[in-house]
């Protein structure tokens, strides 16, 4: 059966070529023949071997000369592409270090490189051209495109590749159960992957303590902000002490919230002089009004 399908491919494929051959000396010999004006004898006797030599060109350019087959994935992306891609990835991150993390001790980063999808099917490239996609953020899971700039046929792929971003933070000392309000000895300091989840990490043991863990953590695991409840500063009615902040000065004041405070979201309250604000619960009975 396979030697069937192979010979009635070979058939096809020569009938094509002959199709393509006769295609091209047709159209070299009705071109040639087009004319304004009646040829001299001369000119009609060389007609022929001028439709003949470029049905020959044709053929042997266009015919005969195979189409290059698609590379394999795997020689499309090799040691020295992987390395391109690493130090493009490991300039952009550093460059493009990302705030918010708290961690002002230097950072360590390291790259992973991914696969392409086995599926792909690409034309041979003699250059290929790693680059930093438009908006890609190098934290956690990314890519990196790849452009082909120099090939038969020109192609773009994108190339998965996992940002690690190694850091001093806060780590459960011990397992520790869904629900535990955080000790100090419950905490420790370790090296993370800040980039390993979307939540930053804690690194301060004040914005930890005494606060109710969301999720189960293990031995060694970063302490992040979505493993810990909110806590709620002040409720509805209390009386609440409020301090409006501005470029050199804080006013100091009292008033009576409107709203719960917690941690991290806005509440309302009303001044002494009926006035209503809106602030960050910041501590116990207190609210920080920016001005």
């Given at each position: 059966m396979g030697s069937d399908s192979k010979d009635i491919s070979e058939k096809r494929a020569l009938n094509g070529r002959h199709?393509?051959?006769?295609?091209?000396?047709?159209?070299?010999?009705?071109?040639?023949?087009?004319?304004?004006?009646?040829?001299?004898p001369a000119r009609r006797a060389a007609l022929p071997w001028r439709a003949a030599w470029s049905a020959w060109l044709a053929l042997t350019f266009l015919c005969i000369a195979?189409?290059?087959?698609?590379?394999?994935?795997?020689d499309t992306v090799d040691a020295a592409l992987i390395a391109q891609v690493r130090e493009l990835a490991l300039i952009?991150?550093?460059?493009?270090?990302?705030?918010?993390t708290g961690n002002a001790a230097p950072?360590?980063?390291d790259v992973t490189v991914g696969a392409l999808d086995p599926r792909l099917k690409l034309a041979p490239c003699q250059r290929i051209?790693?680059?930093?996609?438009?908006?890609?953020?190098?934290?956690?899971?990314?890519?990196?495109?790849?452009?082909c700039t120099q090939g038969e046929r020109l192609w773009n792929v994108y190339l998965p590749i996992t940002v690690h971003v190694y850091g001093q933070a806060l780590v459960a000392a011990q397992s520790l159960a869904l629900g535990t309000t955080l000790q100090a000895d419950d905490l420790a300091h370790a090296e993370v992957?800040?980039?390993?989840?979307?939540?930053?990490?804690?690194?301060?043991?004040?914005?930890?303590?005494?606060?109710?863990?969301?999720?189960?953590?293990?031995?060694?695991?970063?302490?992040?902000?979505?493993?810990?409840?909110?806590?709620?500063?002040?409720?509805?009615?209390?009386?609440?002490?409020v301090l409006a902040t501005?470029?050199?000065?804080?006013?100091?004041?009292?008033?009576?919230?409107?709203?719960?405070?917690?941690?991290?979201?806005?509440?309302?309250?009303?001044?002494?002089?009926?006035?209503i604000v809106t602030g960050l619960p910041v501590?116990?009975?207190?609210?920080?009004?920016s001005l």
């Open positions: 199709f393509c051959a006769l295609n091209s000396l047709l159209a070299a010999y009705s071109g040639g023949m087009k004319s304004t004006s009646a040829p001299s195979p189409r290059a087959p698609a590379q394999p994935i795997a952009a991150s550093q460059q493009s270090r990302v705030s918010g950072l360590r980063f051209e790693p680059y930093l996609p438009t908006g890609m953020r190098l934290w956690g899971k990314s890519r990196i495109g790849l452009r992957d800040l980039a390993a989840d979307n939540s930053p990490v804690i690194v301060s043991e004040p914005l930890a303590l005494g606060r109710a863990l969301t999720r189960s953590l293990v031995a060694g695991q970063g302490v992040r902000q979505a493993d810990l409840k909110s806590r709620q500063w002040f409720a509805a009615g209390d009386t609440v002490k501005g470029k050199g000065f804080t006013v100091a004041g009292a008033g009576t919230a409107l709203s719960p405070g917690f941690e991290g979201q806005s509440a309302r309250v009303r001044t002494e002089g009926g006035q501590a116990a009975r207190q609210l920080e009004v």
